[in-house]
Antibody, heavy 114, light 105 residues
């Protein structure tokens, strides 16, 4: 079974960047396609993007195309999501999950506030 | 872009009752339609994948059905732990429905 453990909560100012990590265990990161989903307070789930390990290609939701970067460190089986130029409406819980959404990280709360 | 619309927004039922949740896609989708359950303060949990297959450890009272553009999640007899928000999910473009909250009547 795949286990995903994310980094801790962050508080950032508008305009800053945040980088959230997702440590994978139970399988090699090279075998998994990791997706990132966020959830604003009281709202639904929103897909941000994914990384395909087969060809190293990343896919981003159009909404985040110019502000998000997904990377991976296969030596530590850790995936990363960096979101730049933060705004107050980026305040949300950010999740990493696997390709069929069967395994989820515990979530990372990112608060953007001046 | 496939859009998923769930109904109703809220379902008020009592333990032991049957819950029927609907998810309609804006165009025909393949069988890569799933259902997720989310409780307050927790990450989503996969219940159903491929429209009708229960994920590991999911009780038999959860049943997924449907094809084409119309899909249904049925909880045959609600247990206290089933009161939560449910999302349908299309794995093809990673779209999510807006969610149905199942609350205690």
């Amino acid at each position: 079974q795949v286990h995903l453990v994310q980094s801790g909560a962050e508080v950032k100012k508008p305009g800053a960047s945040v980088k959230v990590s997702c440590k994978v265990s139970g399988r090699s990161l090279t075998e998994l396609s990791i997706h990132w989903v966020r959830q604003a307070p009281g709202k639904g789930l929103e897909w941000m993007g994914s990384f395909d390990p087969e060809d190293g290609e990343t896919f981003y939701a159009q909404k985040f195309q110019d502000r998000v970067a997904l990377t991976e460190d296969t030596s530590t089986d850790t995936a990363y999501m960096e979101l730049t130029r933060l705004r107050s409406d980026d305040t949300a819980v950010y999740y990493c999950t696997t390709e069929i959404a069967a395994d989820w990280g515990q979530g990372t709360l990112v608060t953007v506030s001046s | 872009e496939i859009v998923l619309t769930q109904s109703p927004g809220t379902l008020s039922l009592s333990p032991g009752e049957r819950a029927t949740l609907s998810c309609r896609a804006s165009e025909t989708v393949t069988s890569s339609l799933g259902w997720l359950q989310q409780k307050p303060g927790q990450a989503p949990r996969l219940l159903i994948y491929g429209a009708s297959n229960r994920a590991t450890g999911v009780p038999a009272r959860f049943r997924g059905s449907g094809s084409g553009t119309d899909f249904t999640l049925t909880i045959t007899s609600l247990e206290p732990e089933d009161f939560a928000v449910y999302y349908c999910h299309h794995r093809g473009n990673w779209a999510f429905g807006g969610g149905t909250k199942v609350e205690i009547k």
